[in-house]
């Protein structure tokens, strides 16, 4: 029996011990996890029965009406202060603006809040066809075998957390990096479609949240147990502790109240990251309760050396359960490390193409369109590669500073998206991209949206991707990845100068409006 006062405080203390990092781990999920998202459209919601269509009052609508119910008739200082802002400042595009417009509107933090909450989920909208379909497939497979996988890594960073103060985000990778990101993916695949399914029943919904809640600990300490063995002991470790675990995320509620008026942002920077902390300290109360009462399937709990401590800073990955010689780098991701030049080009290449793979799966699952996105006719949108080589060659010196990286990246990518979008536009008088109305924007060509995203991008590069590339770079013969050079150069040469003569234009890539 935990108590719930003792459990916090002790996931404060974990958690300011190793702050910056926990919150580059909880931004990184928030930005890979909702990634793939599919965007749809449609016309309404809700509709009354006209024209031989049945219409019912949309959620905006009723929404109002309740605040407009009982809306004060005299404006509070809050309200003048923004209706004087939206008088003298009125963005036009992205999330950050449609917000921060409902609320001038509404003349209300709150209720501006919740209308713009309610217009990015709740609206009816619809597009036909198989593309919504495809968009859902993918969206369940990144489910499957990034998002619930990274839960999992960020599991076993919480938990070494509690135990070593050298914790190294690179934790994420976890069951990659011991090869168990198959088994560890299937587990956690059938959690979340049977949380599904008992969410159709509603109060079985919630129940078994909190009987698979103990699974990605599980996993995190141990990823060979089998998936039955894995729900069978979660159930038995959450046995008479479900209502326990309801009222802990229940005394968080004061937080999320606040975070409503924050817009959102103390969710990521505080929230969340608390919260994760403190389940980390059930799990090590539940996992010895487990132990010493012999449930079955805790004999796959093994790894003493994640709770016991072994006197170092940090993990000794030689002394794992599942160590092997092949994986025994598997926790020593070196974010320092010097990148060879063949690799940074494979490297431009790559992050170009997935550049170029983002922008033109917007407009296919958005818009139900192919839009060759860029200046260049190739797949490939430089942008993105020159900024992530940047990231990587100039800041990896502030890999151990996670807010700090997170800000120098903005920066970084502000530069190298303002200057582009400058040059395009002297040498062609054309706009491949225009942020004008968005919220913050400098001429059009950078936003505050856009670097927060890029931002978090950047990091998601330094800490994850660019050592995975390079790893799987090295393990291309040197001549071999020479001439792969040489052939992608020499054709993004051509592709250069053909652009420069006739660029990439029309529908969907250059019809933005001037600034």
């Not at 749809?40 to 109002?64: C, K, M, T």
């Not at 290449?349 to 860029?374: A, K, P, Q």
Request: aromatic residues 16%; contains cysteine.
């Amino acid at each position: 029996m935990w108590e719930r006062k003792e459990l916090k405080k002790k996931a404060k203390k974990n958690l300011k011990k190793n702050y910056w990092r926990i919150l580059g781990i909880s931004l990184l999920l928030a930005f890979i996890a909702s990634g793939l998202k599919v965007t749809h459209q449609v016309d309404r919601a809700a509709r009354y029965l006209v024209g031989g269509r049945f219409e019912l009052p949309s959620n905006a609508q009723i929404i109002n009406d309740w605040y407009f119910s009982i809306r004060q008739s005299e404006a509070s200082q809050d309200n003048q202060l923004l209706e004087f802002l939206g008088e003298h400042y009125t963005p036009k595009r992205g999330a950050l603006a449609h917000i921060y417009n409902r609320m001038t509107e509404e003349k209300s933090a709150l209720y501006g809040f919740l209308n713009a909450m309610n217009d990015f989920f709740f609206k009816d909208k619809a597009t036909e066809g198989m593309i919504i379909l495809a968009g859902a497939l993918l969206l369940i497979i990144f489910l499957a075998l990034v998002s619930n996988v990274l839960i999992v890594g960020q599991c076993r960073f919480l938990l070494e957390n509690r135990t070593y103060r050298q914790s190294r985000m690179g934790r994420l990778a976890f069951p990659w990096r011991v090869k168990r990101w198959k088994e560890t993916a299937f587990t956690m695949f059938k959690r979340s479609v049977l949380i599904f399914l008992w969410d159709l029943t509603v109060i079985g919904g919630i129940i078994k949240r909190y009987s698979y809640k103990m699974i990605p600990y599980i996993l995190a300490e141990n990823p060979d147990i089998g998936h039955r063995d894995a729900f069978v002991l979660s159930r038995r470790m959450m046995q008479g502790y479900k209502m326990r675990g309801f009222f802990l995320d229940l005394s968080f509620l004061g937080w999320r109240v606040l975070n409503v008026f924050t817009l959102g942002l103390l969710e990521y920077v505080w929230v969340t990251p608390y919260t994760e902390t403190a389940w980390a300290e059930v799990y090590a109360l539940l996992r010895q309760e487990a132990l010493e009462k012999g449930y079955k399937g805790a004999e796959y709990l093994n790894d003493t050396l994640l709770f016991e401590g072994s006197g170092s800073e940090e993990y000794p990955v030689e002394q794992y359960p599942l160590y092997d010689p092949e994986t025994k780098n598997w926790i020593r991701i070196d974010y320092h490390r010097s990148y060879t030049v063949r690799s940074l080009i494979l490297m431009f290449f790559s992050f170009s193409t997935i550049g170029w793979l983002w922008e033109v799966s917007l407009h296919l699952f958005g818009d139900g369109v192919f839009v060759n996105r860029g200046f260049f006719h190739g797949p490939w949108l430089p942008i993105y590669g020159v900024g992530g080589v940047l990231v990587v060659v100039l800041l990896k010196r502030f890999v151990d500073r996670p807010l700090m990286l997170f800000f120098m990246t903005m920066a970084v990518c502000g530069v190298v998206e303002y200057t582009a979008g400058y040059l395009l536009w002297e040498m062609k008088h054309m706009y491949w991209w225009n942020y004008s109305g968005y919220f913050l924007n400098l001429h059009g060509r950078i936003c505050a949206e856009g670097l927060i995203i890029f931002g978090l991008g950047g990091c998601a590069f330094l800490y994850l991707i660019a050592p995975f590339f390079d790893e799987l770079f090295k393990k291309i013969p040197r001549r071999t990845a020479v001439i792969i050079c040489v052939a992608l150069l020499a054709v993004f040469a051509a592709d250069s100068a053909y652009s420069v003569a006739h660029p990439n234009s029309g529908a969907g890539i250059t019809d933005y409006e001037n600034h």
